[in-house]
Structure formats: structure tokens, C-alpha cells
């Protein structure tokens, strides 16, 4: 069955997009624990995979189409 993300508090944002992706989904967790949790029940969806933001140097640079 397909995932509706509004029913993951966790997640702030799903992205799908063109590339070696479908979706790149953004999340709030507490802890590495709490992460292992949530990539537990999204990888029922498929294979994931997860990098972690270290610094954001410049916030709201998107591009305009």
C-alpha cells in the first residue's frame, strides 16, 4: 500500500524528483535512535537511503522556474 506522508510526523517534506531518486524526503528526529525508527518504517516503501545536513551556510536559495 502507497504511504501518505501526513500520516508520518516526522516527515517536513517529500520530494519526487528526476535522478538516481524518486523522493527525497526531509525529517525531524530526535536521535540516531529515533532515525533508525522512522528509515525502519519508510524502508517497508523500498530501499532508502540517508544523509544528514551538517550546516545549511544559505537557507532559501531555491531556483524560480
Known sequence: SA???EEVSEI???HHVI???SFIVEADVSSVTHLER???QLSRY???ATSIVVSSP???CG???
Open 46 to 48: 523500498g530501499q532508502t
Open 12 to 14: 517536513r517534506s517529500c
Open 38 to 40: 522512522l528509515i525502519e
Open 3 to 5: 504511504m501518505h506522508t
Open 58 to 60: 544559505k537557507l532559501g
Open 19 to 21: 535522478g538516481n531518486s
Open 63 to 65: 531556483v524560480g522556474v
